[in-house]
C-alpha cells in the first residue's frame, strides 16, 4: 500500500497529493510517470510526476476529477493509501541527457496549460537546480485556475501569466503572451516545451513554427494503460506511429499529428464519461437504499 502523506486542493477540481514511495522518489526523472491503481479492481491509471523527493521518499501527483477513475483518486484523503503505485515510467525529458554547457547555451521557454502545469515543474526546478535559467508561461480559464505560481516563480528567471477572463496576467490564450515576447519584447528562444490540453499544444507548435523554434510536448493526456498493451495511446509522429507511453511522452511538437490524437482522446473521455455517470448513479442509488 501507498499512503498519501499529503493532499491539497490548488484549484478547483485539481489536488495535489504526496504519496510515499520511495524507490519511485529515488529512481525518478523530470518528465516520466507513473502509474495508479487505487484497488484491487480498479483501472491502471498514468499520471506524470510533479515532484519528488528522495530524503521524504516521496513523489508527487496533480489530479483533475475529469472522469470515474481520477474521481477515486480525488476521494482519497489524507493518511489514505493506493493499493498500487509503478514508476518511473517512460523516457526522462531530452535534456537531461544534454551536457550541462549545452543547456546553459540554450534560451528556453516552458509553455504550461492548465493541469499541465504540474509535469512542466519538476523539469522547470531540475533545470534551477543545474544554475540553468528559463521562462514559463502559465496559461488557464482564470485567476482560480492557475495552480504551482508562487512555486513557479521561486524557480523560474521569468513567469508570465494568460487567463481566458483577463482575471490575472494578459488577457487571452498562451499564444498570444508567446508572440508578444517574441514580437515585442525582443525575446528569441531555442527551445519551447509545451504541456498542457491537446490543442493548446497544437497551437503553441503551430506558433512556433512561424518561428523556426524547435518544440517538444508531452502527450501524457493520451496514456491509458501506460504499458503500451492497449494501443490506446498510439500517435502518427511524422511518418511513424509511436507509442505515447513507451516511446514518449515527450515528442517533437512540428511532427506530432494532433488532429489524429484529439480524435483519440475524445473516444477515451467519452468512455470515461460513462462510466463516471455509472458511478453518480449507483451512488445515488446507494444514498436512497440507505434513506
Known amino acids: 500500500m501507498f499512503r498519501i502523506t499529503k493532499k491539497t486542493l490548488l484549484a ?82 531530452e535534456f537531461v541527457e544534454e551536457t550541462l554547457d549545452d543547456l546553459k547555451s540554450k534560451k528556453i521557454l516552458f509553455v504550461a496549460g492548465g493541469v499541465g502545469t504540474a509535469p512542466v515543474y519538476p523539469q522547470v526546478k531540475w533545470l534551477h537546480q543545474q544554475g540553468v535559467d528559463v521562462d514559463v508561461i502559465i496559461g488557464a480559464k482564470s485567476k482560480e485556475h492557475i495552480i504551482l505560481n508562487e512555486q513557479m516563480s521561486a524557480i523560474a528567471k521569468n513567469v508570465y501569466i494568460a487567463t481566458d477572463d483577463g482575471s490575472l496576467g494578459t488577457k487571452g490564450l498562451v499564444t498570444t503572451v508567446l508572440t508578444d515576447l517574441i514580437e515585442n519584447k525582443g525575446k528569441a528562444y531555442d527551445v519551447v516545451v509545451a504541456i498542457g490540453p491537446m490543442i493548446m499544444m497544437k497551437f503553441v507548435s503551430l506558433t512556433t513554427k512561424k518561428y523556426n523554434i524547435k518544440t517538444i510536448v508531452s502527450l501524457n493526456t493520451l496514456m491509458v494503460d501506460g504499458t503500451g498493451m492497449c494501443g490506446a495511446c498510439r500517435v502518427s509522429v511524422g511518418e511513424k506511429i509511436l507509442f505515447t507511453c513507451v516511446d514518449g511522452p515527450e515528442f517533437d511538437g512540428h511532427l506530432v499529428n494532433f488532429d489524429e490524437a484529439m480524435r483519440r482522446q475524445i473516444m477515451y473521455k467519452s468512455a470515461e464519461g460513462q462510466k463516471l455517470r455509472k458511478q453518480e448513479k449507483e451512488s445515488d442509488e446507494s444514498c436512497q437504499c440507505e434513506k
Open 12 to 93: 478547483p477540481n485539481i489536488y495535489l497529493m504526496d504519496v510515499y514511495a520511495p524507490r519511485i522518489a529515488k529512481a525518478a526523472k523530470p518528465g516520466q510517470f507513473l502509474i495508479v491503481r487505487v484497488h484491487e479492481k480498479g483501472e491502471r491509471i498514468p499520471l506524470t510526476i510533479c515532484d519528488y523527493n528522495v530524503e521524504e521518499g516521496t513523489v508527487t501527483i496533480v489530479t483533475q476529477t475529469v472522469g470515474a477513475s481520477t474521481n477515486l483518486i480525488c476521494a482519497k484523503e489524507e493518511g489514505d493509501a493506493f493499493l498500487d503505485v509503478v514508476g518511473p515510467l517512460g523516457r526522462p525529458s
